[in-house]
């Protein structure tokens, strides 16, 4: 099954649009171990997400045992729900090969996240599994987005809106997608209409304040799909103690259900 199709059909099974991202962080977690915490969290929001989203480095630091911790992870999220492996690789073609290697066929990811700053021949490697997502970087949540993205060429276009275009351009299996911040809106707004078509995997509500509504309002495509909306602290924190799985799942009940509220109201 295409990445994209794997997607609607765990959206529409869950009526969610939200996206866990299984990011554990030792200083913040009670005390249990990396893989009976995200077991439990993995178990108690299963039916309330479109997908779940670790980011490698909260499983890198720890060396060898972390990547474990990664591995049985995947392999414990249900099959039928997308797993984006959340490492923004970027590098020369020959390299990219294996990075897509390891995130596609070592890992078994469904999905991952790349970097456009090396161009075409560092994203062409993922691109050609074409049953998998692969998710550019296109307008990041963080504050030094600034830096580079809003840059303008000689005519005056953003340099978001130009990755934008290229991914539409590179888009011929219908496998990729951009990851825009929530904590953008009107930029949003912009690459939606850009690409009308496209997953969109929108970090920054929550801990970084991006507005939720406008995430919703400007991520959905047409017919209120492929936003795929990301919260992690928000969700695996939301208790510390023995009840933290059960916090956690209140917690993805409660946005998925505000998510589905605002979807009603924009009128799609």
């Known amino acids: 099954m295409k990445f994209i199709d794997k997607l609607l059909v765990a959206s529409r ?17 009670p005390k249990v171990s990396l893989l009976e915490f995200n077991k439990a969290i993995v178990d108690a929001t299963a039916d309330l997400v479109c997908a779940y989203k670790p980011n490698l480095a909260f499983y890198e630091v720890l060396g060898i045992d972390g990547l474990k911790v990664l591995q049985k992870t995947i392999e414990h999220i249900p099959g039928h729900i997308p797993v984006i492996g959340d490492g923004k690789r970027g590098d020369i073609s020959n390299t990219a090969k294996a990075y897509a290697k390891a995130l596609f066929v070592t890992f078994g990811f469904d999905a991952a996240t790349v970097s456009p700053y090396l161009g075409f021949d560092s994203i062409e490697p ?3 599994y074409k049953d998998k997502g ?7 949540s963080n504050l030094g987005a600034l830096d580079f993205q809003n840059l303008l060429d000689t005519q005056g276009i953003p340099l978001y809106e130009t990755v934008a275009r290229k991914a539409k351009e590179w888009n011929v299996h219908d496998n990729v997608g951009l990851v825009v911040g929530a904590t953008y809106p009107d930029e949003l707004k912009t690459i939606r209409q850009l690409c009308p078509d496209m997953p969109l995997l929108i970090p920054g509500i929550g801990a970084q304040g991006g507005d939720l509504a406008s995430a919703v309002k400007f991520g959905v495509d047409a017919r209120a799909e492929k936003a795929i909306i990301v919260a992690a602290r ?14 956690a799942r209140h917690s993805a009940r409660e946005l998925r259900d505000s998510i589905n509220q605002l ?6």
């Open 13 to 29: 099974r869950n009526k969610s649009l939200l996206c866990v991202g299984l990011d554990p962080d030792p200083e913040l977690m």
């Open 126 to 128: 993922f691109i050609g």
């Open 134 to 140: 692969v998710f550019i970087l296109c307008r990041t």
């Open 234 to 247: 928000q969700i695996l924190y939301a208790a510390r103690e023995k009840d933290f799985a059960e916090a």
């Open 263 to 268: 979807v009603n109201q924009v009128g799609h």
